[in-house]
């Protein structure tokens, strides 16, 4: 576990693209992204992919725009829940024209359980 003077220094060297710097960032971060990921999307592949995903993304800042980077905590986490939710929201079931409009038997009990409540509030 870096202190927080070292995980400063580390940062510092991140910056500089140093390579043993990435793999204690890495390192230090790794177990809590993984937490989170496992905790959002249940311990399977899809949080291995977006754990590496994530690490990815902040390898790419540091190249391409390393002043978005500067606090790895916050651009990790930051990246973690976007990539979460996008993943969270293609898996979301798209209500069907049935579910929308209830025919047969579930409008009957809807009707029903409708009619109860009425009667329910009356008394």
Do not use: C
């Amino acid at each position: 576990m870096l202190t927080d003077t070292d995980l400063k220094h580390v940062i510092e060297q991140t910056n500089q693209h140093d390579l043993s710097a990435l793999g204690q960032l890495y390192d230090h971060f790794a177990p809590q992204l993984k937490r989170y990921l496992d905790f959002r999307l249940a311990p399977e592949p899809t949080a291995q992919q977006v754990h590496r995903q994530v690490f990815d993304h902040y390898l790419a800042a540091l190249q391409n725009q390393p002043h978005l980077a500067g606090d790895p905590a916050r651009f990790l986490f930051t990246a973690a829940q976007k990539f979460t939710d996008q993943v969270l929201s293609q898996a979301a079931p798209t209500p069907t024209q049935s579910s929308a409009n209830p025919t047969g038997a579930a409008q009957k009990e809807t009707v029903w359980l409708g009619q109860l409540v009425r009667r329910s509030l009356s008394k």
